[in-house]
């Protein structure tokens, strides 16, 4: 199986190796083939969307399935929430059956607020959790703003860098937790499960 998956950016990039030994983990001999391809800032909406999932799917590589991971916060007001995302990002691509929308909510860094002890102790500050459940951290103040908050705030003396300090927090962590803690983190792991072997799926 082999399966593309089209990210907005670095930090999505630097999750690829925390899914990787998940999926394999959970998956053994019926691992996917995975290949990330990297946006700069968003990945391509409309007729672009269409063009691409389709060269994916019957250029000379042949992808068996094509999965598109956009956040819903893209600094534009095309989506209203995870469900118009992937609702609009179906229609751009037409009837595909082998095309799976997927949403980070409302940014990627949400998947990276369970860990928030490991933030703590990055940033080197204790500023409080945000939030009881990631993916509702909202639009006004989105879960890359707070992890760009704390390490503002703390006495590490540096920036949140997205790719570096992502793979930092995700590192030690079990990705179960973060995957238990955030449905439409779930939904995109079980559709990757799902595509290799339904009995895998992660209840």
């Known amino acids: 199986m082999k399966i593309a998956i089209l990210v907005e ?10 899914l990787h030994d998940f999926l394999k983990q959970h998956l053994e001999q019926r691992m996917p083939r995975l290949k990330f391809i990297v946006y700069d800032g968003r990945i391509p909406t409309a ?12 250029g000379k590589q042949a992808y068996d399935a094509v999965i598109a991971l956009t956040d819903v916060y893209t600094g534009t007001k095309d989506f209203k929430d995870a469900d118009d995302a992937k609702a609009k ?13 997927h949403t980070a909510l409302h940014d990627f860094e949400a998947w990276l607020l369970p860990y928030w002890k490991t933030i703590q102790t ?3 500050h204790n500023l ?8 509702t951290v909202n639009n006004q103040k989105p879960p890359s703003y707070r992890i760009k908050e ?15 300090d992502g793979a ?26 799902s ?5 895998k799926v992660i209840p």
Not at 9 to 18: M, P, V
Not at 187 to 193: E, G, K, P, S
């Open 89 to 101: 990002m179906k229609k751009w691509v037409g009837n595909n059956p082998n095309f799976y929308p």
């Open 128 to 135: 409080s959790t945000p939030s009881a459940s990631p993916e």
């Open 168 to 193: 930092k927090i995700l590192k030690d962590n079990d990705l179960m937790i973060a995957i238990q803690a955030c449905p439409e983190l779930k939904a995109f792991v079980n559709r990757i499960i």
């Open 122 to 124: 990055l940033a080197k």
């Open 150 to 164: 704390i390490f503002r705030l703390g006495k590490c003396r540096k920036d949140y860098h997205k790719p570096v």
């Open 47 to 58: 007729e672009k969307l269409r063009r691409v999932v389709e060269n994916l799917l019957t």
């Open 9 to 18: 950016g670095d930090t999505e990039l630097a999750f690829k190796g925390k």
């Open 195 to 199: 595509l290799c072997d339904e009995t």
